[in-house]
């Protein structure tokens, strides 16, 4: 889900948050510089998950993508289709 007031895309399990990807907006632009899942639910997909979820949002918006965090970073090079997402 995305959290506006807190500027983050944030994943739940069973109504606990266990897991988010801050952002910030710069214009047409949406900086992703951190991402965070709670160690007893990490290796299990979420943020991945959660980038995903986070990376159709922003094209949705007709917005592109700075990943200055690493792991949303790797994602992208792991996932080419979303290079076309990547700040011009």
Same mark, same amino acid.
């Given at each position: 889900? %995305?959290?506006?007031?807190?500027?983050?895309? !944030?994943?739940? $399990?069973?109504?606990? +948050?266990?897991?988010?990807?801050?952002? &910030?907006?710069?214009?047409?632009?949406?900086?992703?510089?951190?991402?965070?899942?709670?160690?007893?639910?990490?290796? %299990?997909?979420?943020?991945?998950?959660?980038? !995903?979820?986070? $990376?159709?949002?922003? +094209?949705?918006?007709?917005?592109?993508? &700075?990943?200055?965090?690493?792991?949303?970073?790797?994602?992208?090079?792991?996932?080419?289709?979303?290079?076309?997402?990547?700040?011009?």
């Amino acid at each position: 889900m %995305k959290n506006e007031d807190q500027k983050r895309y !944030e994943i739940h $399990l069973d109504g606990e +948050r266990i897991g988010f990807a801050a952002y &910030r907006r710069d214009g047409d632009v949406v900086e992703l510089p951190h991402t965070v899942v709670e160690p007893a639910h990490g290796g %299990k997909g979420h943020a991945g998950r959660l980038v !995903e979820f986070a $990376l159709r949002d922003i +094209r949705e918006q007709g917005l592109s993508v &700075r990943p200055t965090c690493s792991y949303v970073a790797d994602y992208i090079r792991k996932h080419p289709e979303w290079e076309a997402a990547l700040e011009a």
